[in-house]
């Protein structure tokens, strides 16, 4: 265009005029007198309607500081190669810059845009400031390419900002920013350091499949909808501390190559980690899950601590795999490790938990232990439990070993009155250590004919549950839960034998001793077994209790004293003291004389039969029978059977007394 023509056309323009420049190059000078005719003498500002700019070239740089655009922004295409400069400007109506390129630094520091904000595809070489900037409509940059640092702090979208696919060569800050509806960062490229530290996402949060090659600060970030990480890639240190999730999150597949730290982190939702990867440590120290923690099938390569934590759902750590020693502290209302594997020794501090083991695998020694007191962080403060509402205090409850080689397995002071056994491994090895409680048997019910009484002693899940299904169960006995399955005697009697056998292998006898009276409990009630053999467990558990109740033979052994002493006073001592008769004959001469000694036989008793006398000689003959000695006494036929059958019978029930007291007290 001529000169004359040129200022012809400038001399025109007033503030607020339509201008179409598209495909048009600019020098700096050129724009500058474009925008010197379009500046709003009143205010000094530049004032402009609809602005075409469609693959225009701005060949210097580009200076739109506080430009008003009234009507739609397109720079469509258009290259800027020198610096853009747009602070403090506001786009009333639509800007669009999709694929356009900033050849040098952009500049959109607290520049407003009212209405749509387009930059997909839009390439800044060299940075990018948009701090403080305000979106007030839509702000898209998928697709965008930031090759320089991009300044995003303090930023305000108002509505949903999209960045997916867009990447980010340099450091890019979205500190305090805040997006008021969803912001999409799906499949997201940051190279450098992301700093989103602050910021506050009131709806949603997508970050799926998104790539942190540098440091990704997220420190107390808000995210108070949803946060979806699924298959997002942490190359280096990923800080989530004290950050707040009002929603569900949801970190599937993630992998944290560095190390991952959520310590002081909030979740208020369900947080998913399910088969994510953990390469290094994992940092969830003083974290708090409010509802569940999910991290099925996850993987922690090297963290040596996980915890301690709180949480008020479950802990899910079933099909998780730790590749190194370990330290797990937990205070949640439940943890599943159904098929977990470590590969190291480790260490399980609880507190406030039901634990469910089943089908765990270790190749190494590993302990569970009920904490007694809450956790002390490392700051040497407490960590508080107030999420589990109403804790029972810090009982541990194991509910399952199913499934699990117990070999290496150590329990201290956990409540095991739920735990089933049935299927467990080498449970003959297993170590229990401290305070390690059992379920008991139902109490006596003394209103119900006939009554009932059972014996007090240690009592597995699986038998209370056995029992309850008999038909003629009675009250006390415990309903198996859902899912429990169902063990019966022939299942259950291996259980108690190595249960005992790991009490006596700890010098707990009088423990083993219970499991010693469940075991055969459950080959009396086995169907497997002969007759035979029933008749003869079943007679041992009535006389002694299997050995094991001494109050029991001692009673059988009074009651038979008793009987013998009546029948030997009733039919067994003699009416009299038969008596002896010397009769002999002196040879004619003289000589030596001989005496035959004969005795008359003992008489049976008449008339009065119960006296005091003979109450006294009976009694001596039984307390010989006890200790099988023979009282001397004279007795009749039947005495003398009554006194055979006593030395057979008595000292075998007082033998079995003395068994079931030493049982009881040896150590």
């Excluded at 696919?165 to 799906?186: C, I, L, M, N, P």
């Excluded at 999150?249 to 002081?264: T, V």
């Excluded at 006296?611 to 036929?637: I, M, Y």
Aim: some cysteine.
């Amino acid at each position: 265009m001529a000169d004359a023509h040129r200022d012809a056309y400038l001399a025109g323009l007033t503030p607020g005029a339509d201008i179409d420049h598209r495909g048009t190059t600019l020098t700096e000078p050129l724009l500058n007198a474009l925008l010197n005719a379009l500046r709003d003498p009143a205010t000094g500002d530049v004032r402009l309607g609809g602005a075409m700019f469609e693959s225009a070239t701005f060949e210097g740089g580009a200076g739109f500081r506080s430009a008003t655009f009234e009507g739609y922004a397109v720079f469509r295409s258009a290259t800027f190669e020198g610096g853009a400069m747009f602070q403090l400007a506001t786009f009333e109506g639509a800007a669009m810059f999709e694929s356009a390129t900033f050849g040098g630094d952009a500049v959109f520091q607290l520049a407003t845009f009212e209405n749509y904000a387009g930059f997909q595809s839009t390439t800044f070489k060299g940075d990018a400031g948009l701090v403080s900037a305000t979106f007030k409509g839509y702000a898209v940059f998928k697709l965008a390419t930031f090759e320089g640092d991009a300044g995003f702090e303090s930023v305000t979208f108002e509505r949903g900002a999209d960045f997916e696919s867009a990447t980010f060569k340099g450091d890019v800050g979205f500190e305090s920013a805040t997006f008021e509806e969803y912001a999409v960062f799906r499949s997201a490229t940051f190279e450098g350091d992301a700093m989103l530290q602050s910021a506050t996402f009131k709806d949603n949060a997508i970050f799926e499949a998104a790539t942190f090659k540098g440091y990704a600060g997220l420190q107390l970030a808000a995210f108070e909808a949803g946060a979806v990480f699924r298959s997002a890639t942490f190359a280096e240190y990923a800080g989530f501390e004290s950050a707040v999730f009002k929603g569900d999150a949801g970190y599937q597949l993630a992998n944290f190559k560095g190390y991952a730290g959520f310590r002081s982190a909030a979740f208020e939702g369900d947080a998913a980690f399910r088969s994510a990867v953990f390469e290094r440590g994992a940092g969830f120290e003083s974290t708090v899950f409010k509802d569940n923690a999910v991290f099925e099938s996850a993987t922690f390569e090297e963290a040596d601590q996980f915890g301690p934590l709180v949480c008020a759902g479950r802990v899910v750590l079933s099909g998780a795999r730790f590749g190194g020693p370990v330290t797990l502290s937990f205070a949640a209302r439940r943890l599943e490790c159904r098929r977990t594997r470590w590969s190291s020794t480790a260490e399980i501090r609880l507190r406030c938990t039901t634990v469910d083991f089943a089908h765990a695998v270790f190749e190494y020694p590993l302990t569970i232990v009920a904490e007694p007191a809450p956790f002390v962080l490392t700051n040497g403060l407490q960590l508080s439990e107030d999420p589990l509402s109403n804790p029972t205090g810090s009982e541990v409850r194991v509910a399952s070993l199913r499934g699990v080689d117990a070999a290496h397995l150590v329990l201290a002071d956990l409540d095991l009155s739920e735990c089933l056994f049935s299927g467990t491994v080498h449970l003959d090895q297993i170590r229990l250590e401290g305070a390690c409680t059992f379920d008991k048997a139902p109490t006596p019910l003394w209103r119900r004919w006939p009554p009932v009484r059972f014996t007090e002693r240690r009592v597995l899940a699986e038998e209370h549950h056995w029992r309850a299904s008999q038909p003629r169960a009675v009250r006390g006995w415990n309903v198996a839960v859902l899912g429990a399955g169902r063990a019966g005697p022939l299942q259950l009697a291996p259980v108690y034998r190595a249960l005992r056998k790991a009490f006596e292998d700890g010098k707990h006898e009088p423990g083993a001793a219970d499991f010693y009276y469940g075991e055969m409990e459950m080959r009396r009630r086995a169907d497997d077994i002969p007759r035979s053999e029933r008749g003869l467990l079943t007679a041992y558990w009535a006389l002694s209790g299997y050995g094991l109740r001494s109050s029991r033979a001692l009673a059988w052994l009074g009651a038979a004293m008793f009987l013998t002493v009546v029948m030997l006073m009733a039919v067994g001592l003699a009416q009299e003291t038969p008596k002896q008769t010397a009769t002999g004959t002196v040879p004619d001469g003289g000589g030596k004389v001989t005496f035959e000694i004969d005795k008359d036989d003992p008489k049976n008793p008449t008339g009065d039969r119960f006296t005091g006398e003979r109450f006294e000689k009976a009694l001596n003959v039984t307390l010989n029978s006890v200790v099988f000695r023979s009282s001397g006494q004279d007795l009749t036929t039947a005495g003398t059977y009554i006194e055979m059958t006593s030395r057979l019978t008595e000292p075998v029930l007082l033998g079995l007394a003395v068994l079931a007291i030493r049982n009881r007290v040896k150590r």
